[in-house]
């Protein structure tokens, strides 16, 4: 009984579609009608500017922290399913939102945030490989393939050298194919020569 509520209530915190939230209150703006059409931080920087974008893409990483951080909560001390699995529905949660039509983003900034909830080191050296992909592509999409990828070979690595990790890696793995999936029609743009870059960084 326990471990459904938590598993739904992870998936629910996922399914919040900040975006949409954010756009329709303070702009009068369905942002799912323009740009990408994306829920995501990366099309609310696009129709809504920086300050939305920061607070989307905040919200939506803290929204997988809180997911794996359910267990931390007396209520939900004897869930029966790892932290990260709990993450993981969060992620699902957020790319096919209950809320929003099941029309979400694309799982990069809340799958960061279950790492944050799980590993912060982790977390942190991702980020700062973001920003260094980041400034090299241009692109925001590949970046976020990049670093998926980067996120797996870490893991792997860490595995065998640090602490053996079982669950990490296979959370990675799905969430590094999440994130390629979702990003099929940036990767086709890619290839192409036609997806947007940034002039920020």
Known sequence: MITGIALLLAYLLGSIPTGLIIGKVFFKIDIREHGSGNLGGTNTFRVLGKPAGLIVSLIDILKGTAAVLLPA?????EVGVHPLVLGAVAVIGHMYPVFAGFRGGKAVATSAGVLLGYNWLFFLILLVLFFVFLKLTKMVSLTSILLSITAFLMAIGSHFLIRPDVPLILLISVLMIFIVYRHRANISRIRQGTE??????
Do not use: H, L, N
């Open 73 to 77: 909560f007396a209520v939900f001390s």
């Open 196 to 201: 947007p870059k940034i002039s920020w960084i």
